[in-house]
């Protein structure tokens, strides 16, 4: 061992507060073993303190995955809560906007028989069988009944269970046309392919709700959700077409403003 190391231990061991006994002169009969065991000594400090802090990291790292793990429960529940106002909301603006049930138009009487025997019932003869044959009175769909279905629909959606909303919507429309919910469920159709990413379909459902029912608060909606589609299908110039249409004719919504920051981004994008 040269000198400079002993010179470094005994300072070291001088620091450390270890007993003068063990500093004697140099050249005593047990200096060795001594400065030995203040070596050993010294590297069982220096591996605790490793241990301690190798531990200190662990106990760090499982804490920080733990953040992250309830950082990410939280934002996946915000996200599940605010699609749910989102759908509540639309909902109950549908709702405000249809004014609640249409009311069926009256069926109009049948013209009066009239009382005069015919010509036949003069002569003594069986009267003849009418050829036109009444029309049967359809029965309007009860709307109660009609919001109940309706309603099971949305609820599916917004369950996230999306092929079987697209199939109740489906039977919806075509058990309930003409009714107060139509444009709605014709729109949350194309909605619930447009969320499962089948985008096709979306793209022509929802131009059914800006075909068929051009005065449907449905309508920017729609058309906001054919340039984004358009937008993932890298059709650029479509999706700029159709979200310009929509600024022009519905300026003061909040669809026209989702629009023009999505034309910013394909400016900005070059394309």
């Given at each position: 061992?040269?000198?400079r190391?002993?010179?470094?231990?005994i300072?070291?061991a001088?620091?450390?507060?270890?007993s003068?006994p063990?500093?004697a002169?140099?050249?005593?009969p047990?200096?060795?073993?001594?400065?030995?065991?203040?070596?050993?000594?010294?590297?069982?400090?220096?591996?605790?303190?490793?241990?301690l802090?190798l531990?200190?990291l662990?106990?760090e790292?499982?804490?920080?995955?733990g953040?992250?793990?309830?950082?990410?429960?939280?934002?996946?529940?915000?996200s599940?809560?605010?699609?749910?106002l989102?759908?509540?909301i639309?909902q109950?603006?549908?709702r405000?906007?249809?004014g609640?049930?249409?009311?069926p138009?009256?069926?109009s009487?049948?013209?009066?028989?009239?009382a005069?025997?015919?010509?036949?019932?003069?002569?003594?003869?069986p009267?003849?069988?009418?050829?036109?044959?009444?029309?049967?009175?359809v029965?309007?769909p009860?709307p109660?009944?009609e919001?109940?279905?309706?309603?099971?629909?949305?609820?599916?959606?917004?369950?996230g269970?999306?092929?079987?909303?697209?199939?109740?919507?489906s039977?919806?429309l075509?058990?309930?046309?003409?009714?107060?919910?139509?444009?709605n469920?014709?729109?949350?159709?194309?909605?619930?392919?447009?969320?499962?990413?089948?985008?096709?379909?979306?793209?022509?459902?929802?131009t059914?709700?800006r075909?068929?029912y051009?005065?449907?608060?449905?309508?920017?909606g729609?058309?906001?959700?054919?340039?984004?589609?358009?937008?993932?299908?890298?059709q650029?110039?479509e999706?700029?077409?159709?979200l310009?249409?929509?600024?022009?004719n519905?300026?003061?919504?909040?669809e026209?403003?989702?629009?023009?920051?999505r034309?910013?981004?394909?400016?900005?994008?070059?394309?």
């Amino acid at each position: 061992m040269n000198s400079r190391f002993r010179l470094a231990i005994i300072s070291l061991a001088i620091g450390l507060g270890v007993s003068t006994p063990i500093l004697a002169a140099e050249n005593g009969p047990n200096m060795e073993q001594r400065l030995q065991r203040i070596e050993r000594m010294l590297q069982n400090q220096s591996l605790a303190d490793l241990v301690l802090q190798l531990q200190q990291l662990q106990r760090e790292v499982q804490q920080l995955r733990g953040d992250v793990e309830l950082q990410k429960h939280t934002m996946d529940a915000m996200s599940r809560r605010q699609r749910d106002l989102y759908l509540d909301i639309d909902q109950r603006l549908s709702r405000f906007q249809s004014g609640g049930a249409v009311t069926p138009p009256p069926v109009s009487a049948p013209p009066p028989v009239s009382a005069l025997p015919t010509a036949n019932q003069q002569s003594g003869e069986p009267p003849i069988a009418s050829i036109e044959s009444t029309s049967s009175v359809v029965t309007p769909p009860d709307p109660q009944q009609e919001e109940m279905v309706y309603q099971e629909a949305f609820n599916l959606l917004k369950q996230g269970r999306y092929p079987e909303s697209i199939t109740a919507f489906s039977a919806f429309l075509k058990d309930y046309s003409g009714g107060s919910y139509e444009d709605n469920a014709q729109y949350w159709l194309a909605e619930a392919s447009y969320v499962n990413r089948d985008f096709d379909t979306a793209l022509a459902e929802f131009t059914k709700v800006r075909e068929r029912y051009a005065q449907s608060p449905k309508v920017p909606g729609a058309m906001l959700k054919m340039g984004y589609i358009h937008y993932e299908k890298k059709q650029w110039d479509e999706a700029k077409k159709v979200l310009r249409e929509l600024q022009l004719n519905y300026p003061a919504t909040t669809e026209a403003r989702l629009a023009e920051k999505r034309i910013q981004r394909i400016t900005k994008e070059g394309r």
